[in-house]
Structure formats: structure tokens, C-alpha cells
């Protein structure tokens, strides 16, 4: 997939979004916060990464493995399943972030 697009899919339907800059990646993080919660579960691929978000039903909640936020809808890189990450974390800064999001996991794996 094209760098700085991202394809995001749900139950029910899927769109490509614009991934470019700091507002796009904003518009995309609030787009998939906003489908998780209404769909429970959403993929997105985006450079050459898959991320599956998953909404938590009920009172339990997770904390962001970078920033600690406690959040009802967590993202997971497909290849490290185990490590949670709000969506700001794993979208909004993604270019900046991706490479440190990566190592962050596979040092957590290890």
C-alpha cells in the first residue's frame, strides 16, 4: 500500500483514508476511536503495518504501553498482539513514531 494512506476496515464497509500529515493522521485516529466503538473491531494497514483496534465492552479498560493512557479502545500491531497502544500513539504520530513503536514492542516481546 501506498505510504501515507491508509485502508481502514470494519463490519460493514471499509475506506481508504489520507494519512499524510499531522491533521490527516488526527482525522484518522478520531475516525477509527469512533468505529471501534460503534463496530467493536477495526484493521487498519497503513505503511506497511497492520493494526487491529479493539473496543473493550463493559467497565475493562487498558493502558497504553507509551503513554500510559487508560483507554476503552486499544490498538495492537498485528505481528506484537500483546501490546496495547491508545490510538494517538499508534496513528497521530505514526511517521515520527513508527520505527519507535517497533522497537518498543520487540523489546517488550524479548
Known amino acids: ?10 463490519s460493514g464497509g471499509g475506506m481508504f483514508m489520507a494519512a499524510r500529515n499531522p491533521y490527516d493522521r488526527q482525522l484518522l485516529a478520531e475516525h477509527v476511536l469512533s468505529r471501534a466503538r460503534t463496530k467493536g473491531q477495526v484493521q487498519v494497514l497503513i505503511d506497511n503495518q497492520r493494526w487491529v483496534v479493539h473496543r473493550r465492552p463493559g ?14 479502545s486499544a490498538c495492537y500491531l498485528v505481528a506484537k ?16 513514531h513508527s520505527e519507535q513503536l517497533r522497537s518498543e514492542a520487540e523489546q517488550r516481546a524479548s
Open 1 to 10: 500500500m501506498t505510504k501515507g494512506i491508509a485502508h481502514v476496515s470494519f
Open 59 to 72: 467497565p475493562r479498560s487498558v493502558s497504553c504501553s507509551r503513554c500510559g493512557l487508560v483507554v476503552d
Open 81 to 96: 498482539e500483546g501490546i496495547p497502544y491508545c490510538v494517538s500513539c499508534a496513528f497521530e504520530d505514526l511517521p515520527v
